[in-house]
C-alpha cells in the first residue's frame, strides 16, 4: 500500500511542477510577445515595457491564449500594423518554446 501511495504523492508533486514550470513560461511568453507587439506598434523604452505588462495582464482574462491574442490583435488593427493572425499565432508559438527552454536552463 505504502508504494501505491509513495507513487501517487509522486504524481501530484510532477503535476504541480509541471503546472508551475508552464505558468513561468507562458508569463515569460507573454512579456516577450508584448515587446515583440510594442516594437510592431512602434514603442520603446517605458511604453514598450508597460506596453508588455499589459499583454501579460491580459492573460487572466480566460483560460488559454486567446484573451492574450484579443488584445494584440485589436491593438494591430487599430494602429494598422500588417500582422495575419497566422504570424501573431506563429510568434507566440515560438516565443513559448523559447520561453520554455529558458524556465528548463535556469
Same mark, same amino acid.
Given at each position: ?8 504523492? *509522486? ?13 513561468? @513560461? ?11 507587439? @510594442?516594437?510592431?506598434? *512602434? ?14 495582464? /491580459? ?6 491564449? +486567446? ?12 494602429? *494598422?500594423?500588417?500582422? /495575419?493572425? +497566422? ?11 523559447? @520561453? @520554455?527552454?529558458?524556465?528548463?536552463? /535556469?
Amino acid at each position: 500500500m505504502t508504494s501505491m501511495k509513495d507513487r501517487e504523492e *509522486g504524481f501530484e508533486k510532477k503535476f504541480v511542477m509541471d503546472e508551475e514550470l508552464r505558468f513561468k @513560461a507562458m508569463a515569460r511568453r507573454n512579456k516577450m510577445l508584448g515587446l515583440w507587439a @510594442a516594437e510592431k506598434l *512602434g514603442k520603446t523604452g517605458p511604453d514598450a515595457e508597460a506596453y508588455a505588462t499589459e499583454v501579460v495582464m /491580459s492573460d487572466v482574462e480566460e483560460a488559454g491564449d +486567446h484573451d492574450v491574442f484579443r488584445k494584440i490583435r485589436r491593438d494591430f488593427d487599430a494602429a *494598422g500594423v500588417e500582422q /495575419s493572425d +497566422h504570424q501573431i499565432r506563429r510568434t507566440m508559438d515560438e516565443m513559448l518554446a523559447v @520561453a @520554455a527552454q529558458q524556465i528548463k536552463n /535556469s
